[in-house]
Each structure stands twice: as C-alpha cells, then as structure tokens.
C-alpha cells in the first residue's frame, strides 16, 4: 500500500448506528487530519493531530470522535449521526516541521445517513 | 470573512490551450502558504504546487505554475497545454503561521474545470 489508504470507500447508516472510518498513512507523516466536503461547500477541517496529540478540533458535534492510536493510523468514530452529516469524509496526512508541508489526502469515504 | 476566494465555479478550455484559474486570498499572517489540489470525479485530493510566501520566484511543476502575486493577494494556477485528464475540480488553499504543529488548510469553493476535445 502506498500513500494515503481509507476504509470503506461507501458507507450507508441509520441515524441509530455506530461506524467507525479508518485512515492509514504509508508516508512516515506526523500529522494527520479528517476533512468533511459537503456538496457545493468548501472542504471543512474537523480535527488535525500532530505528533498523536489532537492539536485543532473545530468546533465539531460530539457525535463525530476521532481517534489517533500512532502515527500512521486515524479513526473516525460516528454514532447518532444525521442526514446533514451524508458527506464525503476525506483523511489526510502531512510532515511537519522539515517536511514540506503539502497534505496527502485519501480517496475518502462517501458517508449517506438515511 | 471569506479567506480564500475562487470566483470561478466552472470553466471551459480547448484542448492543447492554456488556461488560467483565478484564487484570491485574504490574511494578515507574513508568513503563509498557498497550494493548488485537483480532484476528478472519484474524489481524491491531488496535490499539484506550493507557493511560500516567502518564495521570491513563482512555483513551477510540470505543466502547472503559480502566477504569485503577492501585494495583490493572487495565487493563480496556470495549466499550459490542457489534457481531457485534466477535466475535474480545482481547490485553492492556504495555510497560515508557523509550520510546527499541524497545519489548517483553508479551502476556496473550487473551480470545475472542463477540458473540450
């Protein structure tokens, strides 16, 4: 595997569920960081780590909690999610401090809560 | 206040043509970075080039340049003779600060970029 890899690709849950999105990183990146892309909007940054630590959390709902285990891991729990959460969830990781500082980013997860 | 301004939302280009995508941006931090992302229909983020603020000369990969104007607050990327792969979403964003403890990317809306055979 190289690069930035997420599971699943397609995600479909009721509001009732319990899911987890998983990011792993083969490029001995520091930090890692999960980005919601709502359609017709901006990517939004949910939460960033560096060094496992969870330096940025963006004033997101509870019902999102991340997870950084090392380095090169990223979860993503969701429970007691809603419509307006169906998005594509997109991982990304980066060198910080000597690196050059562009985020990779995985091909994402296409959430649907019905 | 918007920080990162695309006012493009699609655009149409002639293969083998060159073609222009406006990003404007916003920021009273001297020290700031600014990239370029493609993303085509099966969503994936590419990253395509950087630009420092502190970067004297513009960026440059390939078929892709960064027209870095820095007092007017520009950073548009130029694709020199356009592909049909090139067909997809183009994201502009910045990062502001220091570069030590992860880094907030700001997105733009994105231009959709259409490649005409």
């Known amino acids: 595997e190289t690069g930035v890899t997420q599971t699943p690709r397609h995600l479909v849950m009721g509001m009732t569920n319990k899911k987890s999105l998983k990011c792993e990183q083969h490029?001995?990146?520091?930090?890692m960081y999960w980005y919601k892309q709502s359609a017709k909007k901006p990517l939004e940054l949910m939460f960033v780590?560096?060094?496992?630590?969870?330096?940025e959390n963006n004033s997101v709902p509870s019902r999102f909690s991340p997870e950084c285990p090392n380095s090169s891991h990223l979860f993503l729990h969701l429970h007691t999610l809603q419509p307006e959460d169906s998005a594509l969830y997109l991982c990304?990781?980066?060198?910080?401090?000597?690196?050059?500082?562009?985020?990779?980013f995985g091909p994402g997860t296409r959430l649907t809560v019905l | 206040a918007q920080k990162i301004t695309q006012t493009q939302p699609g655009m149409f280009v002639q293969e083998k043509e060159a073609v222009t995508l406006d990003c404007t941006y916003d920021?009273?931090?001297?020290?700031?970075?600014l990239f370029w992302y493609k993303q085509p229909s099966s969503g994936e983020m590419i990253f395509l080039i950087y630009?420092?603020?502190?970067?004297?000369q513009n960026a440059t990969e390939g078929r892709y340049s960064l027209n870095f104007q820095k007092a007017r607050k520009s950073a548009n990327l130029v694709i020199s003779a356009s592909q049909l792969g090139d067909s997809a979403m183009y994201f502009c964003?910045?990062?502001?600060?220091?570069?030590?403890?992860?880094?907030?990317?700001?997105f733009g809306q994105g231009t959709e970029l259409s490649v005409k055979p």
């Open positions: 964003a910045m990062r502001e600060g220091r570069y030590n403890q992860g880094g907030k990317l700001i």
């Open positions: 630009q420092g603020s502190y970067d004297q």
């Open positions: 990304a990781s980066s060198q910080e401090a000597g690196g050059g500082y562009e985020q990779f």
């Open positions: 490029l001995g990146h520091n930090a």
């Open positions: 780590y560096s060094l496992e630590e969870r330096v």
């Open positions: 920021t009273s931090d001297p020290s700031y970075g």
